[in-house]
Every structure is written in C-alpha cells, then in structure tokens.
C-alpha cells in the first residue's frame, strides 16, 4: 500500500523558514515525480512546486520561485520542501503528492487532479 507522509510543519515568523518532508512507502520512489502543493483557508489547492525522479528537472509556481526549493533523495525515499524568507501568505496546509513518471506530464505539474496518491498534509503557520 502506498503511503505518504509529510513532516516538519509548524509555525514561524515571517522571513523565517522551515523544512518540509515527505515520506514515501509501498512504491519505488525512482518511478514516481513528486509534488508539493497548499491549501490556505477558503482558497483552492495550489500546486507549489514538482520534481522529476531523478532531479533534473523541477517545477515552481511564480509566488514562491528563489524562496522555495523541492529536492528528493530517491534512497531515503523521501521528499523535500526547503521554504525560505516566508511570508503570511504561505500559511496553508501543505501536501506531497505523487505520480507514476511513464504517465507525468510536465504543463499538468501543478494539476491536482494529475497527482495520485496523496499525504494527509502538514501545517505551516506563517505570523509574528
């Protein structure tokens, strides 16, 4: 069974950071691109940021471009969201989500419905 598990929410002041993980189990990760997305409160589900399985290549929304960085490390089976000089406006409920590479198609990246499975999603809180 497939699971993802995301960590290392919480709060912080704005122009702090915070790192996020994302736990993969019951597939081999090195198939699968990965996806970051957030959802604030009374908004959609917004893509955030994607990668391919090998690193090459990786995807940002325009409001977190230079202050967000996704990384994988496909041996530890594991995803990362490095989230830098944070603003209230990052305040959401963060997901990790994945999608089988031989059907991944790059202009969807940031498509909920592209993406399956699904963590449950951590909380980043983002105030003074």
């Known amino acids: 069974q497939v699971q993802l598990v995301e960590s290392g929410g919480g709060s912080v002041q704005p122009g702090g950071s915070i790192r996020l993980s994302c736990a993969v189990s019951?597939?081999?990760?090195?198939?699968?691109?990965m996806g970051w997305f957030r959802q604030a409160p009374g908004k959609e589900r917004e893509g955030v940021a994607a990668?391919?399985?090998?690193?090459?290549?990786?995807y940002y929304a325009e409001s977190v471009k230079a202050r967000f960085t996704i990384s994988r490390d496909n041996d530890k089976n594991s995803i990362y969201l490095q989230m830098t000089s944070l603003k209230p406006e990052d305040t959401a409920i963060y997901y990790c989500?994945?999608?089988?590479?031989?059907?991944?198609?790059?202009?969807?990246?940031?498509?909920?419905?592209?993406?399956?499975?699904w963590g449950q999603g951590t909380q980043v809180t983002v105030s003074s």
């Open positions: 989500a994945a999608k089988y590479y031989a059907a991944f198609q790059p202009e969807r990246w940031a498509e909920e419905s592209h993406y399956h499975p």
């Open positions: 019951g597939v081999t990760l090195s198939s699968y691109a």
């Open positions: 990668i391919t399985p090998s690193g090459a290549s990786r």
